[in-house]
Structure formats: C-alpha cells, structure tokens
C-alpha cells in the first residue's frame, strides 16, 4: 500500500474496523453520508459479527494522529457466474469526517478499498455516486459507466 502511505497526514493510519470503534467516532464519521439513525452497541457487535463470518465483507477506517476515526469505507465482494466465475467487489458508504475533508483520506480511502480488491483477485471494482462526487472518483483513477437505478422499499 505504498501509494496509500504516502498521501495520508502524518500519524494517520488506515486499517479494518474493529468492534470499539463503536465509541470511536466511526456512526458519527457515516453520519456526514447519510442518517446512520440510532444503533445500539450490542446491534453493532451483532453487525461486525455477521460481517466477519461472511468473509465478503471488508469495513475499514482512517484514523488521525490520536487514533480517532475520521473516514470510513467498505469493500465486499461478490462472486459472479459471468466472465467465468469472476469476482466484482463494490465499494460503499465511503465517508471523511466534514473537519478532515480535503486532506486525500477520501482519496487513501478509495485506494486502499481497491488494492484489498485487487489483491483478492477481482476482475473490477465498481461503485454508485452521485453527480457531485465524479470529479473526486475520477481523480482516484474511476471511469463513468452507466446510470445508477433504485427502487426504495423502506
Ligand atoms: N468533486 C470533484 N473533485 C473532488 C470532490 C468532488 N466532490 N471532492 C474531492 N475532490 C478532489 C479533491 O480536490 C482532490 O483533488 P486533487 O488531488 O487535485 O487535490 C481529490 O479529489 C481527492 O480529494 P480528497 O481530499 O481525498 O477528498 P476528501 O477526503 O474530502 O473525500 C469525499 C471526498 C469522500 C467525497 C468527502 O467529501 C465526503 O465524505 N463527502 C460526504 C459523503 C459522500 O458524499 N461520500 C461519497 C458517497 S459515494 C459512495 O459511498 C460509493
């Protein structure tokens, strides 16, 4: 990850979330996404669980100099018949603290989330955004392709 290393500040490191992160800052990071809404320690453990049994799912965090999380991500991956049984990972819920924005941590992020791809032997990594961030996905090495589509449920 010597591309990663380089571009994060000095004492900030980038590494798998662990379950006290929970009184981390790591909901309060994701909040600048979306509403996290409330989620009990014991909803979150359960969640960490059932991330690390399925061995697809690959949450990571930066920290800052103090060890506090400043910026979230996450990888999974997804086997696939096509293209002979390939392996796509997809990135989601990428977050940078509002404080530490403009620092490169999205953009550490984004490229330590794709080497753990990469590494993993997927064919591609893929991920939605909206029209506001595809400068910054550009700027991490991303090319446009196609529309995002929803139908929401809840
Ligand atoms: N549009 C165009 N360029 C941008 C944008 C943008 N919205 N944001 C950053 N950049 C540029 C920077 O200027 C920088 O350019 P440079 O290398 O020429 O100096 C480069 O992209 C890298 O920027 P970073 O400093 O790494 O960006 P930052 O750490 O602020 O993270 C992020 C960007 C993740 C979009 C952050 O602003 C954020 O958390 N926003 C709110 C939540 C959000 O929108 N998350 C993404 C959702 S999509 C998903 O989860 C798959």
């Given amino acids: 990850m ?3 290393i380089q571009k994060l500040p000095t004492g900030y490191s980038f590494r798998k979330l662990e379950k006290s992160d ?3 800052n790591y909901r309060e990071t994701l909040q600048v996404l979306t509403d996290v809404g409330e ?3 014991s909803q979150f453990n359960e969640l ?3 991330w690390e049994a399925a061995n697809v799912f690959h949450p990571h965090v930066i920290t800052n100099e103090k060890g506090i999380v400043v910026a979230a991500g996450m990888v999974f991956f997804e086997k696939k018949l096509i293209h002979e049984c390939s392996l796509y990972g997809h990135i989601e819920d990428i977050a940078v603290a509002k404080s530490e924005q403009g620092k490169k941590l999205g953009f550490s992020m984004i490229i330590g989330l794709s080497e753990i791809a990469e590494k993993a032997g997927c064919r591609k990594v893929i991920l939605d955004c909206s029209a506001k961030n595809i400068g910054f996905y550009e700027k991490c090495g991303f090319k446009e392709a196609g529309h995002n589509m929803n139908k929401v449920f809840v």
């Fill in 2 to 4: 010597t591309e990663l």
């Fill in 39 to 41: 989620i009990s320690e």
């Fill in 22 to 24: 929970y009184n981390n």
């Fill in 48 to 50: 960490f669980d059932y």
